[in-house]
């Protein structure tokens, strides 16, 4: 199984980027998929994640700048990222987890600098 993630990039701060990720049909009724970021050297983190219970969940430090969607036509999970600061600058990782199986992106980089 393999996810394809795309859209990072270099960006000003208070620019947008949207990252993509696409995924084979046969997991997209995860029980959960989300994103993760990791910053060289640190634990990879949480940014966002669809949960089946949940609903849609966020760090404290993007809420209200990023927002995940999921285009079932497509099968794609989608996270938009607005007002991008310095600190969000990170490899960013997408993740379904399905009938107990982790299935993890190959990162995509994402810098936020002037």
């Known amino acids: 199984v393999q996810l394809q993630a795309s859209g990072g990039g270099l960006v000003q701060p208070g620019g947008s980027l949207r990252l993509s990720c696409a995924a084979p049909?046969?997991?997209?009724?995860?029980?959960?998929m989300g994103w993760y970021r990791r910053v060289a050297a640190k634990e990879r983190e949480l940014v966002a994640q669809?949960?089946?219970?949940?609903?849609?969940v966020y760090v404290d430090s993007v809420k209200g700048r990023f927002e995940i969607s999921r285009d079932s036509a497509k099968n794609t999970l989608n996270l938009q990222m607005n007002k991008l600061k310095p600190e969000d600058t990170a490899v960013y990782y997408c993740?379904?987890?399905?009938?107990?199986?982790?299935?993890w992106g190959q990162g995509t980089q994402v810098t936020v600098s002037s």
């Open positions: 049909g046969s997991i997209f009724d995860a029980n959960q």
């Open positions: 993740h379904f987890f399905v009938r107990g199986t982790d299935y």
């Open positions: 669809i949960d089946v219970v949940a609903g849609a």
